[in-house]
């Protein structure tokens, strides 16, 4: 998904500051030869959300609207402002953020993550830009500790989303990082949620990445189960 803009690093270290370098487990770290290679190792792991069960201590009290086809063109401003400290792109070097928060944001709103629930999909809106967005997809039936749910094999019946017809999907979480901790992101899963009950859905999957730590208490505090790694034998 955004594996490409997690790049390998090299390191000069002796043996000594190696030992002591912090680890994410986003990377994995190798002494060799000519330096200490810090490469990417992007897991992602999954969690489901019960709609029935779920509650929204904590929720920010502010004004949420739809998403419009104009913010698609801010969208990836927020993007960047909203992983200024997270992986995966932290370490996306400052000129090559926008690049990487179009691409990601261009396969979301073109069907590449499955396809958009619009009804579902809010945006909180600043003084003078967007504060935070939720992202919401339809992923495929099937089981989410398996790979394959995770993407349609081919076209999506075309009313899919009004049939309920498979795992409606947090795709992107967004909440500007000088707005963080203030309940944004808990009150716009809570407008998502409350839209995707109305439909007829009973649950919403999530993906977080291992390393993105902020990610995967948010997800944790907010009810979400974390399920089994695709592929673990069980
Ligand atoms: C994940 C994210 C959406 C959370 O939004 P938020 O508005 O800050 O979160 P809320 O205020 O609604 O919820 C706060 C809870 O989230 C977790 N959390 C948020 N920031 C945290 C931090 N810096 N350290 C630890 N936990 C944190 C905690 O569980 C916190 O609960 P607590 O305050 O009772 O301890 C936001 O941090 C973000 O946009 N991150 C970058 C994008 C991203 O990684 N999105 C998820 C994957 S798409």
Redesign the pocket.
Known sequence: MTDHWLAPLRLLLEPDQFRLLPRNPAFRYEQGQDGVWICPRPRYYHALLDLSDAEY????NVPLRRLAVEDWAVLPGL?VR??????P?VGVAPEQRDAAASEALMLTRTGGDGPLIERACFVSQGEDRLI?AVLVTLLPPGDPEEFDTYAWGGQPPPDAVERCEGWPH????????L???????????AAACGELRAMGFNDLL????YG????A??????GFKLLSYPGTRR
């Open positions: 201590h904590g929720a920010a993007f909203a992983f200024t400290d997270h992986q792109f935070g947090l795709t992107w979480i967004l909440v500007d990082a707005e963080a901790r203030s309940g944004l992101g808990t009150a716009l899963l999530s993906t977080f990445l993105n730590d902020v990610s208490m948010w997800h944790w505090r907010r």
